[in-house]
């Protein structure tokens, strides 16, 4: 922790700072390093000073030994559901951190419906908006059960995943939705017959379809006793009126975020750093009730210290949005100094529900490593 | 995809296809941690295309070991992130399963 005195960043002339053991940083500096300070203008210091060899000249060293990386990192998981998870992740650098969210983002590869074909559509949902909607259905599947279907590949049972929908709204009846439960897994592949050029009466074998399975995907042993389905039941893809009907059927593949986004296993992945309220000085009685006033968030707290007088506690800087309301008016940030720590990461990963957030985030740790093994055998 | 001189090996740039800032900044990270290093940046040099410029410059030792070292060391940390992730999941995990077998009558 850094005590009172050390917070004072005012500016010192170089030959006023006190001595420092050799291979530290005088607390200015170390402020700056580790802290980005919020102040009622703009944030400063927010750079990360990477460089081995920034505080050469003071005799410090800054380069990260791994053995100290391995003592000090830390994972602390704060909240955990069937699909969402916040942890923290605390020391570790924002380069990294967010080398995870990009990946989680945009190269997790899952399965989502890329083909559509329409058989009839009479609804006022025009093809190619429903396809488009159907797209972005999440399908509650392991995509590490897939391969890739490339240019030139059949579809066949471990690269594709067919859904049929057929819905008519009869005549007379009221309008009805059409949700994402109408949409049937076809285990066997497409139902469609494809209309060859050659579409003589000798063709020996069994008709030709849009996929080649050589086997049913139930009789899998992944999905024999799980099914393959819409991970919400009630996504509403269309509206059908009396008379009107859609016939279609959809073929989902693997693919990867940065493709397309619905593609993308999380709804949103995302960090924020720690944010650190530190009051400079003692605030009390009337000032201290002020203060809590201001805080939208109750970040302060009030504590008695006898003689009935009291004075301002930060009790929950965690839920401090930084909205600088406490900075604000005559001299308040001589008093509250708001900081975020640069190295303590609030991650949170809200699934899509394909994969449990946990698994997505060891799954990009991962991806990480084999693109840093890429680098390496394409070096040597 | 290296681009350097015979010469001097010391200094080299490398040109990585496929690739973004998701790599390319976390390597400049640890190639910065690197005391070895005296210079290292990236560029992409367009974005449309799919590849990452990424410049290291050293004291003495030969641009590519270092840059090799610095992969290495990344996937290290990634090895360590993962392992230190599932222990404090799983210590989360059996901490919930404790606390909701209380809650249980
Ligand atoms: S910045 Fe806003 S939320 Fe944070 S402590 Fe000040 S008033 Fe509260």
């Known amino acids: ?380 | 995809m290296e681009h350097g001189s015979f010469q001097d090996q010391s200094q080299a740039t490398f040109s990585l296809t496929d690739e973004d800032h998701t790599l390319a900044n976390s390597l400049r990270y640890t190639l910065n941690q690197d005391p070895r290093v005296t210079f290292c940046g990236y560029s992409i040099p367009h974005p449309s295309d799919a590849r990452v410029n990424i410049r290291v410059q050293t004291t003495v030792d030969p641009a590519r070991e270092v840059l090799k070292d610095s992969c290495q060391d990344l996937m290290l940390i990634c090895q360590h992130v993962r392992g230190t992730f599932d222990q404090a999941f799983t210590e989360f995990k059996s901490k919930k399963g404790l606390e909701s077998m209380s809650i249980e009558p």
């Open chain 1, 1 to 380: 922790m850094i005590s009172e005195e050390e917070q004072k960043t005012s500016k010192i002339p170089v030959w006023d700072l006190p001595d420092v053991p050799k291979g530290k940083l005088p607390p200015h500096l170390e402020l700056q390093r580790t802290r980005v300070l919020c102040t009622f203008d703009a944030p400063t210091h927010t750079e990360n000073i990477r460089y081995s060899g920034a505080y050469a000249s003071m005799g410090v060293d800054n380069s990260l030994r791994l053995e100290d990386f391995r003592n000090n990192f830390k994972v602390e998981v704060i909240k955990l559901t069937e699909d969402d998870m916040e942890f923290d992740m605390i020391g570790i650098d924002a380069a990294i951190a967010n080398a995870f969210r990009r990946i989680l983002i945009a190269e997790l590869p899952t399965m989502a419906i890329e083909k559509v074909f329409i058989a009839n559509n009479t609804s006022v949902v025009q093809d190619e908006v429903l396809a488009h909607r159907l797209g972005l259905i999440p399908l509650k599947v392991d995509p590490r059960l897939f391969n890739y279907m490339s240019e030139n590949d059949e579809p066949n049972e471990r690269n594709t995943i067919v859904f049929k929908l057929h819905v008519r709204c009869e005549r007379g009846s009221p309008r009805i939705k059409v949700k994402s439960n109408e949409l049937k897994w076809l285990p066997n592949g497409s139902e469609f017959i494809r209309s060859t050029e050659k579409s003589t009466a000798d063709s020996t074998s069994k008709t030709k379809t849009y996929t080649s399975f050589s086997c049913g995907q139930d009789s899998l042993p992944e999905f024999s006793d799980n099914p393959i389905a819409p991970k919400h039941d009630d996504i509403i893809i269309a509206k059908l009126g009396p008379g009107q009907e859609i016939e279609l059927e959809a073929h989902a593949v693997k693919g990867m975020g940065k493709t397309h986004a619905k593609w993308s296993p999380v709804a949103t992945a995302w960090y924020r750093m720690l944010p650190e309220v530190v009051l400079l000085q003692e605030i009390e009685d009337e000032r201290a009730e002020e203060l809590v006033k201001k805080c939208p968030v109750n970040v302060f707290d009030i504590e008695d210290i006898g003689k009935g007088r009291k004075r301002a506690t930060v009790a929950r800087p965690r839920s401090c949005t930084l909205c600088r309301e406490c900075i604000r008016g005559d001299d308040w940030d001589k008093l509250v100094a708001l900081r975020r720590v640069k190295d303590h990461f609030i991650f949170t990963i809200e699934s899509t529900g394909a994969l449990p957030p946990e698994v997505l985030f060891t799954e990009a740790v991962k991806i990480l490593e084999d693109k840093c093994e890429r680098v390496i055998t394409e070096l040597s």
